[in-house]
């Protein structure tokens, strides 16, 4: 009897213990699905987003938020950074794309300036052929002296009128002053100055001297053209 009854306690025991390991494991199971809601599942739902804004670069995405507690403040965080740099994204899109419209406009009018630098070359070119055109059938030279460089432009066959052979004679005033007589280059400076500085014509007559030292009777007439 003695047997029985401790048996039966051990029985007892063992059913006790059982129940209790049932217990604690259903406890276990329900504890860690609640904390896996809790703790898991936001840092899963905030890992996807991280992935998705990586991926597609797209910076309007947001992980929602799931609680008030660390998790929560830390997906706060996360949002507000991906607000920012949307934000700054946006500008630097806004920035390029207005660098792209003035580039555009930029190179339009450098075209333009191109295609009319071209057109006044062109006139320019003409007026210049018709002038040697005009000077090869006159008997008058015609001549653009400037002064910032000191050279001249002769339309007409003054080298041949010089005594020199095509393109000798120098293109510049110094040359053209030392073939200019003596006693009749001051008072062709002084014409000369005197027209450039009233802006009117003038007109003086003077003696030159070809390259064979004989001396020719020269008539100038002409005036200032500024820019």
């Known amino acids: 009897s003695d ?59 947001r992980a929602e938020k799931m609680g008030e507690d660390e998790l929560g403040r830390l997906i706060d965080r996360f949002n507000e950074m991906l607000g920012q740099i949307q934000q700054r994204d946006a500008a630097l899109q806004k920035a390029q794309g207005e660098l792209e419209k003035r580039v555009q406009e930029r190179t339009a009018e450098l075209r333009q300036e191109v295609v009319e630098r071209k ?49 000798e004679f120098p293109r510049t005033r110094d040359a053209w002053e030392k073939r200019i007589h003596p006693g009749d280059l001051s008072r062709v400076k002084v014409a000369y100055e005197r027209a450039r500085a009233r802006g009117e014509a003038f007109h003086v007559e003077y003696r030159v001297q070809r390259n064979d030292a004989e001396w020719l009777h020269w008539a100038d007439r002409g005036g200032p053209v500024y820019d």
Not at 25 to 31: A, D, K, N, P, T
Request: no cysteine.
């Open 119 to 167: 057109r006044v070359e062109r006139n320019l070119f003409q007026s210049q052929e018709l002038y040697r055109l005009m000077a090869l059938n006159a008997s008058d030279l015609l001549y653009v002296y400037r002064p910032e460089s000191g050279k001249v432009d002769w339309f007409g066959r003054v080298d041949g009128l010089l005594g020199y052979e095509a393109n």
């Open 3 to 61: 047997l029985n009854e401790l048996y039966s306690r051990i029985g007892l025991y063992a059913a006790i213990m059982l129940a209790v390991l049932i217990a604690s494991g259903l406890v276990v199971f329900f504890l860690s699905r609640r904390l896996q809601r809790v703790i898991s599942d936001p840092i899963l739902h905030l890992e996807r987003a991280a992935a998705a804004v990586a991926r597609d670069k797209n910076y309007s995405i």
